[in-house]
């Protein structure tokens, strides 16, 4: 690219390859640079159904059709007392195509969709670190991007879109982030071969699976070649404070979940244990003058109901879409490019609710046995159908299932989950080193 690009692009995540993409099929030049190698490990497999309409327009669902990665048709629960849900099937609500998803391998995943954004005409370089953003009279500029030999250099564009992941590069310069005040929670995971899985079209659901003393939740999600990803969710003070071996809590949750044990009773474990302390978190705005945050930059949701890639392609659609109409009109002001953003908190906040309402006590079971109109409607809510108010009608029947005395999950008893969020933001007690 002899001239300097329209779009610069940092992260080449599921995020930024979609904004990338979306912004180059429309005629304007983009580089991307991505600070690792391809293919590189990433967590977060599970896709659900509402990913579809973006990979649509990204021309990746023929590509998808001709992997390997396993069908997920469905997603089912298991309780703290081992009772298994009846699966959610996403075609049963919806016939169409877009009801069958994967279950995908992200270092593959992720590789596929940075090519497709190359194929679009994106210029995408690996191995490359986006030092820092340039800023004149408080519009974003360019970026200063570090080169593997050490070398550094100046790229200038009219827009920069922020991918960089949960490192947050803009969210870190100017201080944007909020922790979630109640989802502190943390992971541990590892990869287990010939683990029980179901057959037909139940084989590659995912499955949900809580604790019998209902600290945490187990994920279940089936991959190719015959491997299972299994990690443990729980509240990062319960899983790690004072347990520093992963390897001893993993196998301590999985006592505590006998559903868990039964399907890894025959399976041999073909990875180490990883860890993560994934603390739900969001910035207190999603765009300024000349840049805009896309995915995990802009924040992060707790993936009990695998919400994530979802979530980073929605935004990267959206904020491409604002890139190219303000690139058009000459104005990539902060309220051009961050217009969609009230939109999108809240689909998020929805989501965030139904997190909520499980770790509260939540039942799946008993929601559907006294609504079973219902079903339908919070099946949506689990394929990510979470930016239509008419979903809405579900908050009230679940309301009406609180016992005595119990308030609203912290949102809705009074502003939005972001305000309160941000007016106890001093408030939060949080591990050392939480806080960026």
């Not at 039942?363 to 109109?373: C, I």
Request: proline share 4%; glycine share 10%; charged share 25%.
């Amino acid at each position: 690219m002899n001239s300097s690009p329209d779009v610069i692009v940092i992260g080449g995540g599921p995020a930024g390859s979609t904004a990338a993409t979306l912004v180059a099929q429309q005629g304007f030049k983009v580089q991307l640079f991505e600070r690792m190698k391809f293919p590189r490990f990433h967590i977060g497999e599970s896709l659900i159904p509402e990913t579809y309409w973006v990979l649509e327009r990204l021309g990746m669902l023929e590509k998808l059709k001709k992997t390997n990665f396993v069908k997920k048709y469905s997603v089912q629960f298991v309780n703290a007392m081992g009772k298994l849900s009846a699966p959610f099937y996403f075609w049963d609500n919806k016939p169409h195509e877009c009801s069958q998803t994967w279950q995908v391998v992200r270092s593959e995943f992720d590789e596929m969709m940075l090519n497709n954004a190359r194929e679009h005409g994106v210029e995408a370089e690996e191995g490359v670190h986006v030092r820092d953003v340039i800023f004149e009279n408080d519009h974003a500029v360019g970026v200063i991007i570090r080169n593997e030999d050490g070398s550094e250099r100046e790229v200038r564009a009219r827009v920069v879109i922020d991918a960089s992941g949960q490192s947050g590069l803009l969210q870190h310069k100017f201080k944007l982030r909020i922790w979630d005040p109640l989802l502190n929670k943390g992971a541990i995971w590892t990869y287990w071969e010939g683990a029980y899985r179901d057959t037909g079209k139940d084989e590659g659901a995912t499955i949900v699976l809580q604790t019998a003393n209902k600290q945490g939740w187990f994920w279940n999600i089936p991959l190719h070649d015959n491997r299972v990803s299994i990690g443990v969710v729980a509240p990062f003070d319960y899983l790690f404070k004072g347990r520093n071996d992963h390897e001893k809590t993993y196998e301590e949750e999985v006592e505590r979940c006998p559903a868990v044990k039964e399907r890894v009773a025959n399976a041999k474990r073909v990875t180490g244990y990883f860890a993560t302390r994934d603390y739900s978190y969001r910035a207190t705005k999603v765009a300024g003058n000349g840049w805009v945050m896309v995915g995990d930059a802009f924040g992060f949701l707790d993936p009990l109901y695998s919400s994530g890639v979802l979530l980073a392609l929605k935004s990267g659609q959206l904020a491409a879409d604002a890139v190219v109409d303000g690139l058009r009109k000459n104005d990539v002001s902060e309220a051009q490019l961050g217009a969609w953003g009230p939109a999108f908190n809240v689909g998020v906040d929805r989501m965030r609710r139904l997190v909520c309402e499980f770790y509260d006590g939540f039942s799946f079971g008993a929601l559907m046995r006294k609504n079973p109109e219902l079903r339908g409607t919070v099946t949506d809510l689990l394929i990510g159908d979470l930016f239509d108010e008419r979903v809405d009608c579900v908050w009230p029947a679940i309301e009406e299932l609180y016992p005595e005395g119990k308030k609203l999950p912290m949102g809705w008893d009074g502003g939005t989950p972001m305000e309160l969020a941000t007016h106890k933001a001093n408030e939060l007690v949080l591990p050392d080193g939480a806080r960026p």
